[in-house]
């Protein structure tokens, strides 16, 4: 090939890929969707009709092959049967949905991609500062008239006010999974662990992610006079005060931890890993029943139980969000509100499943309901639900989870 | 070599050990259930794993994916590395050297670094979260690789058969399908073949620039991984695995080819 | 080259070319790093590089994925000459050898890892043999490999995966120039051993120098590896960067665009390397 022809060769691809590029760009502009909150102010019906024959991209955590499969074959196909909606799940959480909305808030995109989002916590706060939350809209489904919004666990996220921004749609509880063939005598209160950890050296740790964090902002709450001493926002010097209380306990361990408190799993994922192969003998789960679902899909031994320690253990739910640019807001809408009908919830709530936590507020229901959860919640190999509503501990300020996270990865690890 | 039979011969099965033993405990994995310390055998097998990972629409995406993306970044950085590699092997030392350098470069970056500089870039583009978007970030690593190889292949070229060609007469069109196309076909299919693995197995890029919601074989297993799934991790490995091996034990790929340039 | 009969000239047509293909998406991503570590995007200050890069914990970060990449490749390099040198013959033996150690090549970096997690962690399939033969009986006496400072189990899964390179590349090196040379000093008189020494080795060396450096530093940036085997302390370099990327704070992130960026100055520079030995062979 002489360079003349290569020369063309060259202009025509260029040319291809400008021109490739400024089309592709061209057609994520479009002309905007009604919002969630312009949606909220007309009545059901109206939602419903809206929705019908459209198609919502729900972003959520796909890790967990149970709550996928929850979703794909019990919720996909009766949204599309009664009511019409083609729900289309892609991967995504925290940062990634707050980087992903931010670009397209800035670059001025109309019309996003996703209709729907899984969030909680500290996610939930990034979003709504940045405004990249469409609302309020949750307070106007039928299904929320049925919502535990009395419980703490609920009413606040993180101690943030959803204020209609956010729809709940399940709860959970940190615990410490043990297996009843190993460790006959398992502690219940702080104390008492720290002393089987010097009784046990080698034999217990927790991991670096989200519930390793959670597991520490518990035992602080624990050390520090319990969670009133941090409720009302971000206090700094009372951070300080349980961040020094804390450590000075964790160090105290830490000859007796795993690997000599040298080294920390990457997740949870690994910390099961090593529960399950008897290189220790706790692992943790911010799902209570995790222990029995695990155990069931042969991730766990199947003598693994779940134990909530007296001093309290953090309880907390997860929520459904709009974006901004939502493409079809009724869709989700409509989606967010069946995911809280009784049905859903209950499905969900099976050790089969999911074993998430409802969020309704079962004295509400007909009794036929009741009985249905009762059945499911009162099963023997889960932790008796008066014992975990008992030591349920609520969020605090995402800030304590953030700077603890960052000290921690600092001075501990 | 002075012949000892017995060294040899361990050595040899030292080797085979090292090369099958992880690609076995993938296979073993995939197949048990429960399966802890200290069973050295797995207490009960099933096929779970293997079928979810057939059945499952989740994973049908992300296979699809993988292979559109493979197939689509093997067959346009091959189409441009070609002309590339040619006209580097050409030009005067200092621009060869420029390009081998830029080529390496593209190879060299960490994927992770590389990826959140691309990651915003194709955000910028309004391509962020999509297929092309990760597609365009594929073709920086598989372009360099692939010039890199052709630069080689080119720099042996022997174009006596070429000029002896003219010299009978030949117009280029012909000389260019009779001559150098034919031996040209060895190099083409090794730099598809490797184009496709370069996309097939990455893990970083597709991560970073497609912001999660892109779905690729790779990532899927990741995410079993860290799910806990280890039997679905094993089998999805194993997955990702075998048409690795098919790819590119259908190119043949040359030893000589290979070894000149991305040495 | 074998001769051509054009000239070689100054062709600004293939520098257009490899500007935009190669170049623009590289430099648009280093583009945005550098922005991005400055200060320019997000609320990082333009001080943030030094605090960075003389923070202990990213140095030993550093440390970590230099000490694995080194290592790794160093006893690669040991395997895949041994392998050369011992299996390049034309007996069936040796063709079956070649063979095997190529298994490993198209084999992704995500799949070897996960093996070897499964093989070699403290209750992975090798301390269960070790169980099964009496020699350990708890997890805890089968040495620490993965999750460890030592990353001795990052090392194994790179040998696995770079031995079988090295070793095709030394393969053809050997088969394209040094048999030829070893032959004819052998005839000259030199032992079996003078000709490896002298002729053979330095040979292998010289043509796999480039490989070498590539191996490097594609273990250095890898994130698969220190994804499922690397220790939490220290952190491997893309572990680091993408941990303080993940953050919500944007702080943090800027933090990513530094250690990114550093990180990519090791592999320019490595590149640079490259290509000096690439053109000196």
Same mark, same amino acid.
């Given at each position: 090939?002489?360079?003349?022809?290569?020369?063309?060769?060259?202009?025509?691809?260029?040319?291809?890929?400008?021109?490739?590029?400024?089309?592709?760009?061209?057609?994520?502009? @479009?002309?905007?969707? !009604?919002?969630?909150?312009?949606?909220?102010?007309?009545?059901?019906?109206?939602?419903?009709?809206?929705?019908?024959?459209? @198609?919502?991209?729900?972003?959520?955590?796909?890790?967990?092959?149970? =709550?996928?499969?929850?979703? #794909?074959?019990?919720?996909?196909?009766?949204?599309?049967?009664?009511?019409?909606? $083609?729900?289309?799940?892609?991967?995504?959480?925290?940062?990634?949905?707050?980087?992903?909305?931010?670009?397209?808030?800035?670059?001025?995109?109309?019309?996003?991609?996703?209709?729907?989002?899984?969030?909680?916590?500290?996610?939930?706060?990034?979003?709504?500062?940045?405004? *990249?939350?469409?609302?309020?809209?949750?307070?106007?489904?039928?299904?929320?008239?049925?919502?535990?919004?009395?419980?703490?666990? =609920?009413?606040?996220?993180?101690?943030?006010?959803?204020?209609?921004?956010?729809?709940?749609?399940?709860?959970?509880?940190?615990?410490?999974?043990?297996?009843?063939?190993?460790?006959?005598?398992?502690?219940?209160?702080?104390?008492?662990?720290?002393?089987?950890?010097? &009784?046990?050296?080698?034999?217990?740790?927790?991991?670096?992610?989200?519930?390793?964090?959670?597991?520490?902002?518990?035992?602080?709450?624990?050390?520090?006079?319990?969670?009133?001493?941090?409720?009302?926002?971000? /206090?700094?010097?009372?951070?300080?005060?349980?961040?020094?209380?804390?450590?000075?306990?964790?160090?105290?361990?830490?000859?007796?931890?795993?690997?000599?408190?040298?080294?920390?799993?990457?997740?949870?994922?690994?910390?099961?890993?090593?529960?399950?192969?008897?290189?220790?003998?706790?692992?943790?789960?911010?799902?209570?029943?995790?222990?029995?679902?695990?155990?069931?899909?042969?991730?766990?031994?199947? $003598?693994?139980?779940?134990?909530?320690?007296?001093?309290?253990?953090?309880?907390?739910?997860?929520? %459904?969000?709009?974006?901004?640019?939502?493409?079809?807001? &009724?869709?989700?809408?409509?989606?967010?509100?069946?995911?809280?009908?009784?049905?859903?919830?209950?499905?969900?709530?099976? +050790?089969?499943?999911?074993?998430?936590?409802?969020?309704?507020?079962? @004295?509400?229901?007909?009794?036929?309901?009741?009985?249905?959860?009762?059945?499911?919640?009162?099963?023997?190999?889960?932790?008796?639900?008066?014992?975990?509503?008992?030591?349920?501990?609520?969020?605090?300020? +995402?800030?304590?989870?953030?700077?603890?996270?960052?000290?921690?990865?600092?001075?501990?690890? | 070599?002075?012949?000892?039979?017995?060294?040899?011969? %361990?050595?040899?099965?030292?080797?085979?050990?090292?090369?099958?033993? +992880?690609?076995?405990?993938?296979?073993?994995?995939?197949?048990?259930?429960?399966?802890?310390?200290?069973?050295?055998?797995?207490?009960?097998?099933?096929? $779970?794993?293997? $079928?979810?990972? %057939?059945?499952?629409?989740?994973?049908? @995406?992300?296979?699809?994916?993988?292979?559109?993306?493979?197939?689509?970044?093997?067959?346009?950085?091959?189409?441009?590395?070609? !002309? *590339?590699?040619?006209?580097?092997?050409?030009?005067?030392?200092?621009?060869?050297?420029?390009?081998?350098?830029?080529?390496?470069?593209?190879?060299?970056?960490?994927?992770?670094?590389?990826?959140?500089?691309?990651?915003?870039?194709?955000?910028?583009?309004?391509?962020?979260?999509?297929?092309?978007?990760?597609?365009?970030?594929?073709?920086?690593?598989?372009?360099?690789?692939?010039?890199?190889?052709?630069?080689?292949?080119?720099?042996?070229? #022997?174009?006596?058969?070429?000029?002896?060609?003219?010299?009978?007469?030949?117009?280029?069109?012909?000389?260019?399908?009779?001559?150098?196309?034919?031996?040209?076909?060895? !190099?083409?299919?090794?730099?598809?073949?490797?184009?496709?693995?370069?996309?097939?197995?990455?893990?970083?890029?597709?991560?970073?620039?497609?912001?999660?919601?892109?779905?690729?074989?790779?990532?899927?297993?990741?995410?079993?991984?860290?799910?806990?799934?280890?039997?679905?991790?094993?089998?999805?490995?194993?997955?990702?695995? =075998?048409?690795?091996?098919?790819?590119?034990?259908?190119?043949?790929?040359?030893?000589?080819?290979?070894?000149?340039?991305?040495? | 080259?074998?001769?051509?009969?054009?000239?070689?000239?100054?062709?600004?047509?293939?520098?257009?070319?490899?500007?935009? *293909?190669?170049?623009?998406?590289?430099?648009?991503?280093?583009?945005?790093?550098?922005?991005?570590?400055?200060?320019?995007?997000?609320?990082?200050?333009?001080?943030?590089?030094?605090?960075?890069?003389?923070?202990?914990?990213?140095?030993?970060?550093?440390?970590?994925?230099?000490?694995?990449?080194?290592?790794?490749?160093?006893?690669?390099?040991?395997?895949?000459?041994?392998?050369?040198?011992?299996?390049?013959?034309?007996?069936?033996? /040796?063709?079956?050898?070649?063979?095997?150690?190529?298994?490993?090549?198209?084999?992704?970096?995500?799949?070897?890892?996960?093996?070897?997690?499964?093989?070699?962690?403290?209750?992975?399939?090798?301390?269960?043999?070790?169980?099964?033969?009496?020699?350990?009986?708890?997890?805890?006496?089968? +040495?620490?490999?993965?999750?460890?400072?030592?990353?001795?189990?990052?090392?194994?899964?790179?040998?696995?995966?770079?031995?079988?390179?090295?070793?095709?590349?030394?393969?053809?090196?050997?088969?394209?120039?040094?048999?030829?040379?070893? #032959?004819?000093?052998?005839?000259?008189?030199?032992?079996?051993?003078?000709?490896?020494?002298?002729?053979?080795?330095?040979?292998?060396?010289?043509?796999?120098?480039?490989?070498?450096?590539?191996?490097?530093?594609?273990?250095?940036?890898?994130?698969?590896?220190?994804?499922?085997?690397?220790?939490?302390?220290?952190?491997?370099?893309?572990?680091?960067?993408?941990?303080?990327?993940?953050?919500?704070?944007?702080?943090?992130?800027? #933090?990513?665009?530094?250690?990114?960026?550093?990180?990519?100055?090791?592999? *320019?520079?490595?590149?640079?390397?490259?290509?000096?030995?690439?053109?000196?062979?």
């Amino acid at each position: 090939m002489r360079p003349v022809t290569i020369a063309a060769h060259a202009r025509a691809i260029v040319f291809a890929m400008g021109f490739a590029t400024a089309v592709l760009s061209a057609c994520a502009r @479009t002309t905007p969707p !009604p919002t969630a909150a312009a949606l909220a102010r007309l009545p059901w019906d109206s939602v419903l009709a809206r929705a019908r024959g459209t @198609t919502v991209v729900w972003r959520m955590w796909r890790g967990d092959p149970a =709550i996928n499969s929850f979703v #794909d074959r019990w919720v996909v196909p009766r949204l599309l049967s009664e009511y019409g909606v $083609t729900l289309r799940v892609v991967s995504g959480q925290g940062n990634e949905l707050v980087d992903q909305l931010m670009v397209e808030k800035e670059s001025k995109t109309a019309a996003g991609t996703a209709s729907l989002l899984w969030i909680n916590g500290e996610t939930f706060a990034a979003l709504r500062t940045r405004q *990249l939350l469409a609302g309020p809209w949750s307070m106007v489904l039928p299904a929320a008239a049925f919502v535990d919004s009395a419980s703490p666990i =609920i009413s606040r996220d993180f101690e943030q006010d959803p204020a209609g921004y956010e729809s709940p749609w399940g709860t959970v509880q940190l615990a410490l999974i043990y297996d009843s063939a190993r460790t006959r005598t398992p502690p219940h209160t702080v104390r008492e662990l720290a002393e089987w950890i010097r &009784a046990h050296p080698g034999r217990f740790t927790y991991d670096q992610s989200f519930a390793g964090v959670t597991f520490l902002k518990g035992l602080m709450y624990a050390l520090n006079g319990g969670v009133e001493t941090y409720r009302g926002g971000f /206090d700094s010097t009372r951070y300080l005060d349980g961040r020094t209380t804390l450590f000075a306990w964790l160090d105290s361990l830490k000859p007796s931890l795993w690997r000599k408190g040298t080294q920390y799993p990457p997740d949870v994922a690994a910390l099961h890993r090593l529960f399950a192969n008897g290189e220790i003998d706790f692992s943790l789960s911010n799902n209570q029943n995790e222990a029995v679902t695990k155990a069931m899909q042969g991730v766990l031994p199947s $003598t693994s139980r779940a134990l909530v320690l007296r001093d309290g253990t953090i309880a907390n739910a997860h929520f %459904l969000g709009i974006p901004f640019n939502a493409p079809s807001a &009724a869709g989700a809408m409509v989606v967010a509100n069946f995911l809280l009908s009784p049905a859903a919830q209950l499905e969900k709530q099976r +050790p089969t499943v999911w074993a998430d936590g409802t969020v309704l507020r079962l @004295t509400s229901l007909p009794a036929a309901w009741r009985v249905r959860f009762d059945s499911v919640v009162n099963d023997p190999r889960l932790v008796p639900a008066e014992s975990l509503r008992a030591v349920a501990r609520p969020e605090v300020s +995402p800030k304590y989870h953030e700077r603890l996270q960052d000290d921690w990865r600092r001075m501990i690890r | 070599m002075r012949r000892l039979p017995g060294a040899r011969a %361990l050595a040899v099965i030292l080797l085979t050990t090292f090369a099958l033993s +992880p690609l076995l405990m993938l296979l073993l994995t995939s197949v048990s259930r429960a399966w802890f310390y200290p069973a050295l055998f797995s207490p009960s097998y099933d096929m $779970t794993a293997w $079928t979810a990972l %057939l059945l499952d629409a989740s994973h049908r @995406t992300a296979l699809r994916n993988s292979l559109l993306l493979g197939v689509l970044t093997a067959v346009a950085s091959t189409a441009l590395a070609l !002309p *590339l590699g040619r006209a580097a092997a050409l030009s005067t030392p200092l621009v060869q050297r420029t390009i081998a350098l830029l080529a390496f470069a593209a190879v060299a970056l960490p994927p992770v670094a590389l990826g959140i500089g691309l990651q915003l870039t194709v955000l910028a583009l309004g391509l962020g979260g999509s297929l092309a978007g990760v597609l365009l970030a594929h073709l920086v690593p598989a372009l360099g690789y692939l010039t890199l190889i052709f630069l080689g292949v080119f720099l042996r070229w #022997d174009t006596r058969l070429d000029e002896a060609a003219a010299t009978l007469g030949a117009a280029s069109g012909i000389r260019w399908a009779r001559v150098a196309l034919p031996l040209l076909r060895r !190099p083409i299919s090794d730099a598809l073949a490797l184009g496709f693995l370069v996309s097939w197995s990455q893990v970083a890029l597709t991560l970073l620039v497609g912001g999660g919601a892109v779905a690729t074989l790779p990532l899927d297993v990741l995410a079993m991984l860290q799910a806990g799934q280890d039997q679905r991790a094993a089998a999805g490995a194993l997955a990702l695995t =075998i048409p690795a091996l098919i790819v590119l034990g259908a190119a043949r790929v040359a030893a000589r080819n290979t070894s000149v340039v991305v040495a | 080259m074998i001769p051509h009969s054009s000239s070689a000239r100054t062709n600004l047509v293939p520098v257009a070319l490899a500007g935009t *293909l190669l170049g623009v998406p590289m430099l648009l991503g280093i583009g945005y790093l550098v922005a991005g570590a400055f200060g320019y995007t997000g609320n990082a200050s333009p001080s943030a590089p030094g605090r960075v890069l003389t923070d202990p914990q990213v140095l030993r970060s550093v440390a970590l994925s230099l000490w694995i990449a080194t290592i790794g490749t160093a006893v690669s390099l040991v395997g895949a000459l041994i392998i050369a040198l011992c299996f390049g013959g034309n007996s069936a033996v /040796d063709r079956f050898a070649r063979k095997v150690s190529a298994l490993p090549l198209p084999v992704p970096t995500l799949a070897a890892a996960i093996a070897v997690l499964l093989l070699l962690s403290q209750s992975g399939w090798v301390s269960r043999a070790g169980f099964a033969m009496q020699l350990v009986s708890t997890p805890a006496q089968f +040495p620490a490999l993965v999750y460890d400072r030592l990353a001795i189990g990052v090392i194994v899964a790179v040998v696995w995966k770079e031995l079988p390179f090295l070793a095709l590349v030394a393969l053809s090196l050997q088969s394209l120039r040094g048999v030829a040379l070893a #032959d004819a000093a052998r005839t000259l008189g030199a032992t079996r051993w003078q000709a490896l020494r002298t002729i053979t080795l330095p040979l292998l060396m010289r043509g796999l120098a480039p490989s070498i450096v590539a191996v490097f530093v594609f273990v250095f940036g890898s994130l698969e590896l220190a994804l499922v085997l690397a220790p939490s302390s220290p952190l491997a370099v893309p572990m680091l960067i993408q941990e303080r990327r993940q953050a919500l704070d944007s702080v943090a992130h800027g #933090d990513a665009y530094v250690i990114a960026l550093a990180a990519s100055a090791i592999a *320019l520079l490595a590149a640079v390397l490259h290509e000096a030995l690439r053109a000196e062979r």
